[in-house]
């Protein structure tokens, strides 16, 4: 199985909502994270996880809030976002051990609008 | 501070025919991994080659190789026998220790019936 799932796939939120996006792997990976892309730009880094503890965090606003339970799952909490924020959000995860580099497995995306 | 530079916005190449995106990268490091990403509309970024810093012979994956210049620091992606499921944002990325990618700005490549 090599496969990053996300749901929900399309997200429509107010910017007085609160809302969640989920991310799973089951490749064992140990190294998990978050990515904003708006259209026909690359991905920005927002959030590493490595072994399930925060280890890169590219100076988010407070409103992104991730968290990851299990070393499969890793979420993104939302709370009054902006309409800017409204952007494909990208999860991946790769394998992490010391010394050694690998490459990452993106899924699907969650496109989110914020009105 | 690592860069990667794509200097290709948009490129075209006729269905069969053979494309060469290009891709240059600044950094002091000496061990690193260099990617080339495919990202076709509306669907997943998929990884389409690596190319470990330290092996001078160039990765091939089926009609998709590459060109690794370390001393020039240049990586270019050759697409061989072009097919209309190759039309996708390609992203070159370079990867040193720490779990962190340095993406390109992006080609996006068309493929023409």
């Known amino acids: 199985d090599t496969e990053v799932t996300q749901t929900p796939k399309h997200l429509v939120m107010g910017m007085t909502n609160k809302k969640s996006l989920k991310c799973e792997q089951h490749?064992?990976?140990?190294?998990m994270y978050w990515y904003k892309q708006k259209a026909k730009k690359p991905p920005e880094l927002m959030f590493v996880?490595?072994?399930?503890?925060?280890?890169i965090n590219e100076s988010v606003p407070s409103r992104f809030s991730p968290e990851c339970p299990n070393s499969s799952l890793l979420n993104l909490h939302l709370h009054a976002l902006q309409p800017e924020d409204s952007a494909l959000y990208l999860c991946?995860?790769?394998?992490?051990?010391?010394?050694?580099?690998?490459?990452?497995?993106f899924g699907p995306g969650t496109r989110l609008t914020v009105t | 501070a690592q860069t990667v530079t794509q200097s290709q916005p948009e490129m075209s190449v006729q269905e069969a025919e053979t494309v060469t995106l290009s891709c240059t990268y600044d950094?002091?490091?000496?061990?690193?991994?260099l990617f080339w990403y495919k990202q076709p509309p509306s669907r997943q970024m998929i990884l389409v080659i690596r190319?470990?810093?330290?092996?001078?012979q160039n990765a091939t994956e089926n009609r998709f190789s590459v060109n690794f210049q370390k001393a020039a620091k240049s990586f270019s992606l050759k697409i061989s026998d072009s097919q209309l499921g190759d039309t996708a944002m390609y992203f070159c990325?370079?990867?040193?220790?720490?779990?962190?990618?340095?993406f390109g700005s992006g080609t996006k490549l068309n493929v023409k019936p």
């Open positions: 996880y490595s072994y399930e503890k925060l280890s």
């Open positions: 990325a370079f990867m040193k220790q720490g779990n962190k990618f340095y």
């Open positions: 950094t002091s490091e000496n061990n690193y991994y």
């Open positions: 190319q470990e810093a330290y092996k001078q």
């Open positions: 991946a995860s790769s394998q992490d051990r010391d010394g050694l580099i690998y490459e990452q497995y």
């Open positions: 490749m064992g990976h140990r190294a």
